[in-house]
């Protein structure tokens, strides 16, 4: 599985985006990225995942460069409760386990 | 529908004691995980399950023991305590999608074991 980048912490406002950034650019061609969340120390929760085309659910969006070597996962309107460790994930084909890295800790404030 | 459950929540135990932690999945998953996580850092993976009665070493086996005999539980076992594992343990579950070459796979976590060992 393709390693990843990511920034050990960032801030952000309440009420704004968040923007976190991802790199991968070992990432093959049938490797998904995915986005996970930690809050306090609860079990991981899935947030989005994609191949090479955005994509938006309820809790985020996900912007894939077209090279497919970095992502942003961004939190449209960022609340108190988003304060979290955000992991990013690169995986091949099913099977695989989940390398979680130390991830970016995001502190949301008010 | 609970999702993935752990039991218990929270134990202490003696250098050299035994336990078994268990894992439960109401969702019909194929594939179930454990993993460790020490504090400050990201999650490593124990053992894993591709399906009832088949389990299969992750990064860090060591001191462990696993067994997959009904699809909807895995079991992680400490035959014998140390102090170096002392962590929170999670478990995941998920289902490999049907279509080959594709790797979607969402894992679904338990709310975790938080182990002491003295």
């Known amino acids: 599985d393709a390693k990843t980048t990511q920034p050990t912490s960032m801030d952000c406002a309440e009420g704004r985006a968040a923007n976190l950034p991802c790199n991968h650019s070992t990432i093959s061609g049938n490797e998904y990225v995915y986005w996970y969340r930690q809050i306090h120390s609860q079990g991981p929760q899935y947030i989005i995942h994609?191949?090479?085309n955005n994509e938006t659910n309820e809790m985020a969006s996900l912007i894939i460069t077209e090279d497919r070597k970095s992502s942003t996962l961004i939190l449209p309107h960022a609340t108190l409760r988003d304060t979290a460790v955000y992991y990013c994930i690169v995986r091949g084909y099913y099977g695989q386990n989940f390398v979680f890295g130390p991830g970016t800790r995001l502190s949301v404030l008010p | 529908n609970a999702g993935v459950t752990q039991t218990p929540k929270f134990r202490v135990l003696k250098t050299g004691q035994s336990m078994t932690l268990l894992c439960a999945q109401d969702m019909n998953h194929e594939y179930m995980y454990w993993y460790r996580q020490d504090p400050g850092m990201g999650l490593r993976l124990i053992h894993y399950s591709v399906g009832e009665g088949t389990t299969a070493k992750g990064e860090v086996p060591d001191g462990y023991n696993v067994s997959r005999l009904k699809k909807q539980n895995f079991l992680l076992g400490l035959e014998s305590a140390a102090p170096s594992q002392t962590s929170v343990y999670f478990c995941?579950?998920?289902?490999?999608?049907?279509?080959?070459?594709?790797?979607?796979?969402?894992?679904?976590f338990g709310p975790g074991t938080r182990l002491l060992v003295l």
């Open positions: 995941a579950s998920s289902y490999p999608t049907p279509l080959a070459g594709e790797s979607k796979e969402t894992q679904y």
């Open positions: 994609g191949l090479k």
